[in-house]
């Protein structure tokens, strides 16, 4: 029968991708437990058949001496934290205006107001960051850790604002009122009740920005060159060697991976669900 | 929202410090960059800060410059090529998962896995799996019998090569949006379908595919403005390579202005990159309105508020 046939292709094809999905996952870890040797005289896939694993790159990662990690990765951390929180922070703040309030500037009404500010994310972030390099260097703020918290905090504020003025027009203003005749005043109403209620998007546009500042190359390539330089610039500046030691590079892959998977697990709910999805109707 | 009428009518100052700190990253990382981008880009301006405004002398450069003609092609022809397979091959994912009844939890946190990667490590990745000497992709290809390929040295592979890797990390993101709108369906026009006697080629053809019509709109749009950015998989993959191969306006732009310092010719790519990217932005949003606005008849549903959980299976 037809559906049979139908049933086994689509089994298939199902095989087929998750090993397409998995296979170059599998070879990166792989390859971080490799010695150079097995590297190069690869490709060896198959742990103590093909090549003796080694746990020498994963070592090496936490000597200072040896490797340049450990800052690198405390500067992802730090920056992505850092300007994602500002970014919610600030974001939240105008999201809620937008959510309650009507504005005209112009003949820009809310929804203009918000589409320009995400509109932002349309532009090409190269015609911007040539600009920002020339403003750095005049301002001193080239390679610094507010630069790049800066630098981040431009990039996912439209991101946050946009998300969370959905969240917050779902929230019913019934209760805002109510916490009004309790006697609470504006801004404890905002912190008490408003945010409290909308936690889940906040949560959501945090950890994304994180997922988009962790991952940023082009502006750590463009506006830092020594002490404010993040993992991914680690990974690109181990590449440039003649004879790169994957095995390292493969470890900082892996441990760079591991901010976005519990992101993902996170928000798998929220995500597949409504910000995604809702957030950009 | 029913009482806008007052609360508009003054608009506290309060509410306007809401909005302030979002128009003024706005207008300090976006509309100062993008006018000063603009100036940059009609002047000689080397890296050192000397520059002299000349018009528009680097864009003539530029749009008769073989190199950038070979640049501005790839780009357009990267976003085109991987979005189209990304698509076709994330919407193929999730109706295949959809309708499997078995592993769709762990399935789907499979596919979604190439998503988390860093693109960097991205890079990384399939500059090893390409590898001639060292890397899986090879010895598959011989260990089928196939003749080996340049994967990063030749002009069509290593442009092939980049399209995998994108399809390989970004395929996810297409089947993320589209299974998530594939579950929110009601699943009651689709059982009558079948009850009908619809085929389940009719069912996806006619059923289905219209409705998913404003989640594939959003999804393509959203992959279709990120591919215009390729960088950093290029970069580590084939560092534009072999020649201006694969070179993109971003990668171009960045040697030309960071490498050479000749940020004035940079800057002058970029802008022709935002004409490109707000001419296609702005057609895929007018084609999204309008569907948008004809949808009523055919009983599309309101993705945000539907409730997904009748249409998964325990």
């Keep these: ?281 | 929202m029913t009482d806008k009428g007052p609360r508009s009518a003054g608009g506290a100052w309060y509410q306007h410090l809401l909005l302030a700190p979002p128009l003024v990253f706005f207008a300090a990382f976006a509309v100062f960059p993008l006018l000063f981008t603009l100036y940059v880009s009609l002047s000689v301006w080397s890296i050192s800060g000397d520059h002299r405004f000349i018009g528009f002398g680097n864009y003539a450069e530029l749009l008769t410059s073989p190199d950038f003609q070979t640049t501005f092609f790839n780009t357009v022809a990267f976003a085109v090529a991987t979005v189209l397979v990304e698509y076709v091959c994330g919407m193929t994912a999730a109706l295949m998962l959809y309708r499997s009844r078995a592993g769709q939890g762990a399935l789907r946190l499979a596919f979604l896995l190439p998503m988390m990667f860093t693109p960097v490590v991205v890079g990384f990745i399939w500059r090893t799996m390409f590898d001639p000497s060292y890397g899986p992709v090879d010895a598959l290809l011989r260990w089928v019998g196939l003749p080996s390929v340049p994967w990063l040295s030749e002009r069509p592979w290593a442009f092939a090569a980049v399209v995998i890797a994108d399809v390989w990390q970004w395929t996810p993101f297409m089947f993320l949006i589209i299974y998530a709108a594939m579950r929110a369906l009601p699943t009651a026009p689709l059982e009558a379908a079948v009850v009908d006697g619809a085929s389940s080629r009719q069912v996806f053809w006619d059923h289905m595919m219209p409705m998913l019509l404003p989640a594939s709109l959003t999804a393509i749009l959203l992959r279709t403005i990120e591919s215009f950015k390729l960088f950093d998989v290029v970069y580590l993959l084939t560092g534009g390579g072999p020649g201006v191969g694969t070179a993109t306006i971003t990668l171009s732009a960045y040697f030309t202005g960071l490498r050479n310092g000749d940020l004035g010719s940079a800057a002058a790519m970029t802008f022709l990159l935002l004409v490109v990217v707000l001419v296609v932005t702005t057609v895929l949003l007018k084609v999204a309105a309008r569907i948008g606005r004809t949808k009523p008849r055919r009983r599309v549903v309101e993705l945000p508020q539907t409730s997904p959980s009748e249409g998964v299976p325990a």
């Design chain 1, 1 to 281: 029968m037809m559906s049979k046939l139908g049933a086994w292709g689509r089994r298939l094809f199902l095989l087929v991708w998750v090993v397409f999905a998995l296979l170059p996952a599998y070879w990166a870890l792989s390859t971080s437990f490799k010695r150079q040797v097995d590297i190069y005289n690869g490709p060896k896939m198959i742990p103590f058949v093909d090549f003796t694993p080694t746990l020498d790159a994963w070592q090496r990662l936490w000597v200072a001496s040896q490797s340049d990690f450990l800052p690198k990765l405390l500067n992802s951390f730090v920056f992505s934290a850092v300007s994602s929180l500002i970014a919610v922070v600030l974001g939240a703040f105008a999201a809620y205006g937008l959510a309650r309030f009507e504005y005209r500037y112009g003949a820009y009404r809310n929804d203009d107001i918000s589409f320009l500010i995400v509109s932002q994310r349309i532009m090409p972030p190269i015609v911007s960051v040539l600009a920002l390099y020339v403003v750095y260097v005049q301002l001193r703020a080239l390679d610094t850790a507010w630069g790049m918290i800066l630098a981040f905090t431009s990039m996912n504020l439209p991101i946050a604002v946009y998300l969370l003025r959905s969240f917050f027009a779902a929230i019913p203003e019934e209760l805002e009122q109510a916490a009004a005749l309790d006697g609470y005043p504006a801004v404890l109403r905002l912190v008490r009740v408003v945010f409290p209620l909308a936690a889940p998007g906040l949560a959501s546009a945090f950890m994304l920005s994180f997922f988009f500042a962790w991952n940023d190359f082009l502006f750590a390539l463009m506006l830092t060159f020594n002490k404010a330089q993040t993992l991914p610039l680690y990974i690109s500046s181990l590449s440039a060697q003649s004879q790169p030691e994957w095995a390292l590079i493969a470890a900082v892959g892996m441990i760079a991976l591991i901010p976005p998977v519990v992101v993902t697990l996170v928000l798998d709910r929220y995500m597949s669900k409504q910000v995604l999805v809702g957030g950009v109707r």
